[in-house]
């Protein structure tokens, strides 16, 4: 359970202890609706079945971002279909799981449903958790480090106050739908360059990391955004992980209180 939550800035400091037989789990980059709801509605539903595996030892469940390939959310509309997986989801939350959700670079605008219907609490950066004695530096990876510039300059676009505002007035068939194809053929956004390893040298994700660590220690960085499922050792002490998808990888982080371990989801297209 999560013990404690401070804001500084826009980091969050939050600290939690797992109780005895449980566990935390991380996941990233559904990207659910994509390519299409036929071929999604396949991958939704393993993703269904690993939150009803791990429920039984769930201490808290962090979904780090890219749930949905688009997710526009007005201030009465949302966009239609997920229903298993939003379901699932307040089930879970509903049965006393803390979910923990980090916005992505495919669900900007995200605003307070996942709060005030699924009692998910939604993280807009990074933040700094304390599992224990493991200390996490956490987030979805988007616009971190000394690449990423053309994402950083739309991010900034995108998040602004007039732009919202000018997209509200949007009918919401128009937004999601130039949503949907800004996704697919904006490679700023879809990000169809990330998921090819660069090598440790040229990935920008371990260059943050490694900045990050002359400032202060942490243990653990977890991040999605690559696509790619990574455990990079930077030093003696400290690992960067990078969770993959459930897109071609079906790979998510489990930590048990004394290690971390990145594991492969045993997918069946058949159920």
């Given at each position: 359970?999560?013990s404690g939550?401070?804001?500084?800035?826009?980091?969050?400091?939050?600290?939690?202890?797992?109780?005895?037989?449980?566990?935390?789990?991380?996941?990233?980059?559904?990207?659910?609706?994509?390519?299409?709801?036929?071929?999604?509605?396949?991958?939704?539903?393993?993703?269904v079945a690993?939150?009803?595996?791990?429920?039984?030892?769930?201490?808290?469940?962090?979904?780090?971002?890219?749930?949905?390939?688009?997710?526009?959310?007005?201030?009465?509309?949302?966009?239609?279909?997920?229903?298993?997986?939003?379901?699932?989801?307040?089930?879970?939350?509903?049965?006393?799981?803390?979910?923990?959700?980090?916005?992505?670079?495919?669900?900007?605008?995200?605003?307070?449903?996942?709060?005030?219907?699924?009692?998910?609490?939604?993280?807009?950066?990074?933040?700094?958790?304390?599992?224990?004695?493991?200390?996490?530096?956490?987030?979805?990876?988007?616009?971190?480090?000394?690449?990423?510039?053309?994402?950083?300059?739309?991010?900034?676009?995108?998040?602004?106050?007039?732009?919202?505002?000018?997209?509200?007035?949007?009918?919401?068939?128009?937004?999601?739908?130039?949503?949907?194809?800004?996704?697919?053929?904006?490679?700023?956004?879809?990000?169809?360059?990330?998921?090819?390893?660069?090598?440790?040298?040229?990935?920008?994700?371990?260059?943050y990391c490694?900045?990050?660590?002359?400032?202060?220690?942490?243990?653990?960085?977890?991040?999605?955004?690559?696509?790619?499922?990574?455990?990079?050792?930077?030093?003696?002490?400290?690992?960067?992980?990078?969770?993959?998808?459930?897109?071609?990888?079906?790979?998510?982080?489990?930590?048990?209180?004394?290690?971390?371990?990145?594991?492969?989801?045993?997918?069946?297209?058949?159920?």
């Open positions: 359970m999560q939550t401070l804001q500084t800035s826009n980091l969050y400091f939050c600290t939690m202890n797992i109780p005895k037989g449980k566990k935390v789990y991380f996941a990233s980059d559904n990207h659910l609706g994509a390519p299409n709801q036929e071929k999604s509605r396949l991958r939704e539903k393993q993703f690993w939150l009803d595996a791990i429920k039984k030892d769930a201490a808290a469940i962090y979904l780090m971002g890219d749930l949905f390939d688009v997710w526009i959310e007005y201030k009465r509309v949302i966009p239609k279909g997920f229903v298993r997986v939003l379901g699932k989801l307040a089930e879970l939350a509903d049965s006393g799981i803390p979910i923990y959700f980090f916005v992505g670079n495919h669900d900007l605008w995200m605003r307070d449903y996942f709060q005030r219907e699924l009692g998910i609490e939604v993280h807009h950066h990074p933040i700094d958790l304390s599992v224990g004695n493991a200390r996490f530096f956490v987030g979805h990876g988007d616009g971190l480090g000394p690449q990423d510039k053309g994402y950083k300059f739309m991010k900034k676009i995108f998040t602004n106050a007039l732009s919202k505002w000018l997209f509200r007035w949007l009918h919401p068939d128009w937004g999601v739908s130039l949503g949907q194809y800004m996704s697919q053929k904006n490679k700023l956004i879809s990000g169809a360059k990330d998921v090819k390893f660069m090598g440790e040298e040229k990935e920008w994700l371990v260059a490694k900045r990050k660590l002359k400032q202060e220690h942490f243990d653990y960085f977890i991040f999605g955004h690559r696509h790619l499922p990574l455990d990079i050792k930077l030093n003696e002490s400290a690992r960067y992980i990078n969770l993959g998808d459930w897109i071609t990888h079906f790979t998510y982080a489990v930590y048990d209180g004394r290690s971390l371990e990145l594991k492969k989801w045993k997918r069946n297209f058949n159920d």
